[in-house]
């Protein structure tokens, strides 16, 4: 990333692609934004306020000088003065990309009793070749004579986006043409994350061919090959095994339920979407070492898996280990999609004297839809069941803006410094970040590019906006105090770029200085605290 700093930032042109909005399009959100003023689906929108689709200069200075400067003083600011200090250096940086991204995010955003449209809702005539996008995209020949790659590669995939966005399909071909020459799953790690963003605009273009007559994107089939749950599965565990995205989330939800089951004698945990059970052994192991002696233990996973074999034999294990830590535990396996009608007493099968727990790794974000509506629900059936916590660890991110290039930006700023991250963990050609990266995060990125509607279920939000809609469900967040804990675990790993931090009671874990994780506890209101 460093070796794109210079260059990019002072020879950026303010006419890049990401500027040059179809003009068909700028025109169409501007006058259906009265139409959206009275509809009263309510959005899940970045900000609650009225923006216009412009992006001043210095805002598009903010974004590139986030993107390729990822090198922030990553100290966490515990001890002297110079730490603070460069905690709110580090803040500042980060509230000027947010500042920025909201911009890009929310062209047309309206309060929260209105509709959002989604970014290519309506197909438009003009072209991104006639407003001159492709002008602004250094060509091969400019490339070779000094221009360092990836900076191509960058200037490519923002005008080729652009293109996309437009229903320019001739253009964004032949822009897809020279990424595809760069790009490769097995260069360095900004050719990596480009070439699955370039899968990514590929599908979103196959799609594009399916239109609907109003106007809407037909999610069809997409010649993609299949992944099979192992795979999937594999990666994952690979991914939690190298790096500390996943341990810090089960660490610090681990950690919050243990403090808030001091003193319960029986406990039940609702894991939902359980798919595997990596996050359970080591609280199984701190229960056993209570002084006040072990509870009782249940955990009910709520899984719409089609293949339990492997999970049920995961459950066996642990239920066997539970019993050699002198641990009482139960295992229920609930094999049905999260619905509000699911989550009730009779359903769940509570008892009565038990401590309820809910858990959500990476998993409530996929509740959340162009409107509020389905998320609001879930989170009322949970608040029904009357839980002592929800704990929730959610990527840090905005990948549901209501428009799709600002989505693409994000994203694309986001999962950079994942694959930084990968490419210092990791030797280049090490067979388990490739699996980590085409089998995970390449289906992560996909998604979010490709897809719209029902079929888009990477929603991933940042912890301002989970606060929001948590707390107006009844649930106020709970301060985690396992930072010193998460620390050590991070220094097992062996690199210096992670970070850690924490906002308004949310731990957040990054890379240089981009928050990429949140972890957080939260509590019914009106309920006194367990810890």
């Known amino acids: 990333m460093e070796g794109f700093n210079g260059w990019l930032y002072e020879s950026f042109n303010h006419d890049f692609a990401i500027r040059r ?20 689906t309510e959005p899940f929108c970045p900000d609650d306020e009225i923006s216009t689709p412009h992006l001043a200069a210095s805002e598009v200075d903010d974004f590139v000088d986030s993107f390729i400067n990822m090198d922030y003083d990553d100290d966490d600011g515990d001890g002297d003065g110079e730490g603070d200090d460069k905690n709110d250096r580090n803040s500042k940086k980060q509230q000027n990309f947010h500042h920025f991204q909201d911009k890009i995010e929310a062209f047309s955003i309206v309060n929260d009793d209105s509709l959002m449209m989604e970014g290519d809702e309506l197909e438009m005539s003009s072209s991104c070749e006639d407003l001159g ?76 061919q399916n239109v609907n007559g109003n106007g809407t994107i037909a999610n069809c089939a997409i010649d993609v090959p299949m992944i099979a749950r192992e795979e999937k599965m594999e990666a994952f565990q690979l991914l939690y095994q190298t790096t500390p995205y996943i341990a810090f989330g089960f660490l610090a939800a681990n950690e919050a339920i243990f403090q808030a089951a001091q003193g319960k004698g029986s406990l039940h945990i609702i894991d939902l979407g359980m798919k595997h059970t990596l996050q359970w052994p080591s609280l199984i192991r701190a229960l056993a070492s209570r002084p006040e002696g072990p509870p009782t233990l249940r955990i009910t996973a709520l899984t719409s898996d089609e293949d339990l074999v492997e999970l049920e034999a995961s459950m066996k294990s642990l239920l066997e280990d539970a019993s050699s830590l002198g641990i009482a535990m139960e295992f229920h396996l ?23 727990y809910i858990n959500s790794v990476m998993h409530l974000h996929k509740y959340v839809k162009e409107s509020r509506g389905s998320l609001k629900a879930i989170l009322q059936a949970i608040k029904k069941l009357g839980p002592a916590l929800l704990t929730m660890v959610e990527q840090d991110a905005n990948h549901n803006g209501p428009f799709f290039l600002g989505r693409f930006l994000e994203s694309l700023h986001y999962y950079s410094a994942i694959f930084d991250s990968l490419e210092a963990s990791l030797p280049r050609h090490s067979p388990q970040r490739m699996k980590i990266e085409r089998l995970h995060f390449a289906e992560e990125i996909r998604n979010i590019v490709a897809y719209e509607g029902t079929d888009r279920m990477e929603r991933h939000e940042r912890a301002d906006q989970w606060r929001r809609q948590l707390g107006r469900a009844g649930f106020q967040v709970m301060g985690l105090k396992c930072l010193s804990q998460a620390r050590m675990m991070l220094s097992v790993y062996g690199c210096d770029g992670y970070s850690l931090g924490s906002e308004k009671g949310c731990l957040l874990l990054g890379w240089k200085g981009r928050p990429l994780m949140l972890a957080s506890a939260w509590q019914l209101h009106n309920v006194s605290s367990a810890y």
């Open 334 to 356: 609930i094999s049905e999609p999260v619905t509000p009608s699911l989550l009730t007493r009779d359903n769940l099968n509570l008892r009565e004297g038990e401590s309820l």
């Open 133 to 208: 996008a492709n002008e602004m995209v250094p060509s091969i020949e400019e490339a070779s004579h000094g221009v360092d790659q990836g900076l191509h590669l960058v200037h490519l995939l923002l005008a080729c986006a652009e293109a996309v966005g437009c229903r320019d399909i001739h253009l964004a071909t032949s822009m897809l043409s020279q990424i595809g020459a760069s790009a490769t799953p097995l260069g360095d790690s900004l050719q990596r994350v480009s070439y699955c963003f370039a899968i990514g605009l590929k599908s979103r273009l196959s799609l594009l």
């Open 21 to 40: 909005f179809c003009s068909a399009r700028v025109e169409l959100e501007q006058g259906e934004l009265g139409d959206a003023m009275n509809n009263d």
